[in-house]
């Protein structure tokens, strides 16, 4: 059972910076590529970021030169450093694996984190 749980959210203040953890079960991890994606109330699921299991990235442009995805193999955990963090970055931020060229409907989901932005 393939299993993904998030870390790391809380409430921070404009400008400032939170780093999400998403720790994965299971010897799929090097194949599977990795993402976040965050809904706000009241709107739908939106992309963040994704990496590949070769490193390769991919960010929605609300948040290009602020969040950086990385993945670390050794501990089966991805990361989203998040920094300059605007009001709008409130949302609840999941955890994503997708088996590359699979479904969406075969994807894993953590059970998401909440981030609120404000002062």
């Known amino acids: 059972q393939v299993q993904l749980v998030e870390s790391g959210g809380g409430l921070v203040q404009p400008g400032g910076s939170l780093r999400l953890s998403c720790a994965a079960s299971?010897?799929?991890?090097?194949?599977?590529?990795m993402g976040w994606y965050r809904q706000a109330p009241g709107k739908q699921r939106e992309l963040v970021a994704t990496?590949?299991?070769?490193?390769?990235?991919n960010y929605a442009d609300s948040v290009k030169g602020r969040f950086t995805i990385s993945r670390d193999y050794a501990k089966t955990t991805v990361y989203l450093q998040m920094n300059s963090l605007k009001p709008e970055d409130t949302a609840v931020y999941y955890c994503?694996?997708?088996?590359?060229?699979?479904?969406?409907?075969?994807?894993?989901w953590g059970q998401g984190t909440q981030v609120t932005v404000s002062s």
């Open positions: 994503n694996a997708h088996l590359p060229r699979a479904p969406q409907a075969s994807d894993y």
């Open positions: 990496i590949t299991s070769g490193g390769s990235t």
């Open positions: 299971g010897s799929f991890f090097v194949i599977y590529t």
